[in-house]
């Protein structure tokens, strides 16, 4: 059975991490054995997804429940989402699929620059829901 694979956002996501982490810390000579730049790009990729989901669940649960989400429920919904990108990257051999695609560097800078991109919104995302919770649930 031939199973097809599609590239989806965010492979390009993981894809443009583990671009601009092996042009510019790795490309210094750095040992690669052990932890290398797929290893650090799933991480980044995955540490932001959390993020997101986590903000997410936070944001709609003050806003149309009232109620605040507890610490442990954000490092629980932190380890779903790496076992998943675990099996789904690792296991299943996907972050080698995605990096033996043949890019040009016109693509690249594009999935670097969508990386990028990425985590800044994340971070603005997840500050703007930290001052919302904080004004909401210091009003009630």
Known sequence: MIIKRRFNPLDALFLGWYHILDRTIYSFGT?????GPREHSFFITFLFHGINVYSILRFVAVKYFEINVPL??????????????YFTYFKKSRANWILS???????ILFYAIVSLAYVIASAYFMLQVGDYVRLKMNTN
């Open 72 to 85: 442990y429920l954000s490092l629980t919904l932190a380890i779903i989402v790496f076992i998943l990108g």
């Open 101 to 107: 695609i043949n890019s040009n560097n016109g693509i």
């Open 31 to 35: 040992d690669r054995e052990g932890v």
